[in-house]
């Protein structure tokens, strides 16, 4: 079953929304504010960038979509979508539990260290079309650290489901965008991957023909502290 929440009804008036994993909790909140205003119901799904694109690309529609801009503009090309409008950009993160001491990977040195010393890895699984999982699969194999890490590391589809592996012990830290690691309670961003390793990913949203009051909150400014809380970075002018 796809990973959804409904706020308010599930019914055919609802909004309904597709989201990529990085954007859950600024569009869940986003969501929330706008059915407290209006009394709107919304219904949302979640997936990887992946995910999003392959399912909006064979048929599938929603009112409003979330994901990288890099897919939303490759469906806006087909004709899928409507224009995707940028709500600001991700960076790829250590997460670790609250409480946890937080290990130092300011070098690419001291992050193979820690990759070496951990007891157990999450990651995003790259097979499931998630952006940081598959930036982190090339990188780690770049630098010579997939195959000593791979019995070791816990491949998960989602940057949420990497941190709820952190947040119930099964994993020392996961490895996954700002946005997923804000979006999961009881951990947090320790560290930024290295600049040798680090990749910062823009972050869209895009409507149908019929996606109307929700879509303009998204995009008018009016959600733009949503975006920071969730750990999205203005994206540069």
């Not at 929440?5 to 706008?34: E, H, K, M, N």
């Not at 592996?165 to 946005?179: I, P």
């Amino acid at each position: 079953m796809a990973d959804e929440i409904i706020i308010g009804t599930s019914g055919p008036q609802a909004i309904r929304i597709l989201s990529a994993s990085a954007v859950r909790q600024a569009i869940t909140a986003a969501a929330q504010a706008f059915h407290d205003r209006t009394g709107a119901s919304l219904y949302l799904q979640f997936g990887t960038s992946g995910a999003v694109e392959q399912r909006i690309g064979a048929g599938e529609t929603f009112d409003v979509v979330a994901a990288s801009l890099a897919a939303l503009q490759s469906l806006h090309e087909a004709r899928h979508l409507g224009t995707p409008t940028a709500i600001g950009a991700s960076r790829i993160a250590l997460g670790i539990k609250d409480g946890a001491p937080a290990p130092d990977i300011s070098t690419l040195e001291k992050f193979r260290a820690v990759m070496l010393a951990a007891q157990s890895i999450a990651r995003g699984d790259p097979a499931g079309g998630g952006t940081a999982g598959n930036h982190l699969h090339r990188a780690l194999e770049r630098i010579g650290l997939l195959e000593t890490t791979r019995d070791k590391t816990l491949l998960k589809v989602g940057g949420y489901n990497v941190m709820k592996e952190v947040a119930e012990d099964r994993a020392d830290f996961g490895l996954t965008q700002s946005t997923e690691i804000v979006a999961v309670d009881g951990v947090h961003i320790a560290a930024w991957l290295p600049e040798d390793l680090q990749m910062t990913t823009p972050y869209a949203v895009a409507p149908s023909d019929k996606a109307g009051a929700f879509f303009k909150t998204l995009i008018d400014g009016s959600s733009d502290d949503i975006y920071r809380r969730a750990g999205f970075f203005p994206l540069a002018q």
